[in-house]
């Protein structure tokens, strides 16, 4: 998987911090067909604060004889993080 943040501004409202796009990809699955998820928004930062809100996306899928064979989930997500 790759997870990452691009600063794209300073911000000087709120005592300053930054404003970033964070961005979320892993890819995964075993013995079973490819399950992956991929999230990317907009954030801000500031100091060990930050909170980011934007969409993510899950495709979950097993063989057929499972229970939940295929899972698909998306939808728009809000996210609070401390950094240390």
């Known amino acids: 998987g790759v997870r990452g ?6 911000a000087d409202w709120f005592g ?3 404003i970033y796009v964070p961005f979320y990809f892993d890819i995964g ?4 067909r490819p399950t992956w998820q991929v999230f990317s928004g ?3 930062q ?5 909170v980011s809100v934007g969409y993510r996306y899950l495709s979950f899928q097993q063989p057929s004889q499972n229970l939940i064979p295929k899972l ?4 728009p997500i809000i996210a609070a993080t401390i950094t240390f």
């Open 16 to 18: 300053g911090g930054r």
């Open 29 to 32: 699955g075993g013995g079973s």
């Open 72 to 75: 698909t989930l998306g939808g």
């Open 5 to 10: 943040r691009i600063y794209i501004a300073d």
């Open 42 to 44: 907009l954030g801000y």
């Open 46 to 50: 500031a100091g060990i604060l930050g």
